[in-house]
């Protein structure tokens, strides 16, 4: 390789130390607009701030919506495409619906309309016949698999905004808690509960700056084989799993998790994200996907960074009662997709505990409210 020294997320041009006390500033000026719900016969579920999803009652049920930017994974779609001709939008498509659906489900929210936000660097990316229709039928099968609506969307031709040649993904989506019941803020979540947690299908769509910057080092860049007839660049393209039809299963199952944490920016400190002081201390760590750890090691970072960073093999968490904590895992693989039990909450300081790896994550590790 080209360079050996330790390559980390911040190298990468993206610190969530600085993005995140923007974060937690928007999100004090949005609570002080949630009394204008009340004009309207409505009300917040404040439980909801800071969470993956908002939350309205509504009366009958509550309402739960998401929006949610895909981010860099395309930019490793279009330089794939240059090297081998083929197009990966299909991929990409549900890239981008993933990462709004698997932030509704969190809040035990069925997904039911999804709106499609596609900004180019200028008209003429829409000319490309293969590439584009790729992202419509991509689109479609994402929306297929998690049984919603496509109900429209805006795609602005931004010149002087997006680069040229280049296109900014996102995608909003609205849903229904109904019964009410099946609401998931934590506020169930305590001592005694288990922790499930959901294989992801690689790295889905988070980290992908430092992927790239990864991607400089190899010699063969995206074309670099990290296991015979898989490439770099097709690993990081492998579609963002869609955890919808495993949160659904669940309730028909007669299983209401008491919270759930989709794994995505920040890496296991996502694990942290309710604001109770809870000890979440993990037993079995699931094994990383091909991708995971070849960046893991080429970057040459240790467990501590990569796992504060990427999802290292597990794309979602579950916490239930420890009594629903096999039949979750069972759901989840009648699904398609492998599931272990994987840990407990306890009480105590607020902290993650890896214990295989000896990793321990703080309160202090994880700010997002």
């Known amino acids: 390789m080209s360079s050996t020294a330790p390559l980390t997320y911040d190298q990468a041009g993206v610190n969530y130390d600085l993005i995140d006390p923007l974060k937690v500033t928007a999100q004090r000026a949005a609570a002080a607009t949630a009394s204008h719900l009340a004009s309207h016969g409505f009300s917040e579920v404040q439980a909801s701030r800071g969470e993956s999803a908002y939350v309205v009652d509504v009366g009958p049920f509550y309402v739960a919506s998401i929006v949610e930017c895909l981010g860099t994974k395309t930019l490793v779609a ?16 549900q890239d981008t619906i993933a990462m709004a659906v698997n932030d509704l489900i969190t809040v035990g929210a069925t997904p039911l309309v999804v709106q499609a936000y596609w900004a180019a660097g200028g008209s003429d990316w829409f000319g490309d016949a293969q590439r584009a229709q790729a992202l419509v039928a991509g689109w479609k099968a994402a929306c297929d698999t998690c049984q919603v609506a496509w109900g429209g969307g805006e795609t602005p031709a931004l010149a002087g905004i997006v680069e040229d040649g280049r296109i900014d993904l996102a995608a909003s989506c609205t849903g229904l808690i109904n019964p009410k019941e099946r609401l998931s803020v934590g506020d169930k979540l305590g001592p005694g509960d288990a922790i499930v947690l959901l294989a992801s299908s690689g790295i889905h769509a988070n980290g992908l700056s430092l992927a790239r910057k990864l991607a400089e080092r190899l010699p063969q860049g995206y074309l670099t084989e990290i296991e015979p007839g898989l490439t770099y660049g097709e690993a990081l393209l492998a579609p963002t799993a869609l955890y919808s039809p495993v949160t659904e299963a669940l309730w028909k199952a007669g299983i209401a998790p008491h919270y759930c944490a989709n794994i995505t920016g920040h890496g296991w400190r996502k694990l942290l994200r309710h604001p109770s002081a809870l000890t979440y201390r993990i037993h079995t760590v699931p094994p990383k996907t091909a991708v995971l750890d070849f960046i893991q090691k080429q970057a040459g970072q240790d467990d501590r960074e990569a796992y504060s960073t990427l999802n290292m093999g597990a794309g979602f968490a579950i916490f239930v009662k420890a009594a629903a904590a096999e039949r979750t895992a069972q759901v989840a693989r009648d699904c398609g997709i492998a ?7 306890e009480a105590g300081e607020k902290q993650l505990l890896i214990e295989p790896l000896g990793i321990r994550f703080s309160e202090n590790d994880l700010h997002l409210r």
């Open 78 to 93: 279009d330089e794939m495409a240059k090297l081998t001709g083929k197009s990966y939008f299909a991929g990409i498509a």
């Open 339 to 345: 599931a272990w039990v994987a840990g407990t909450v």
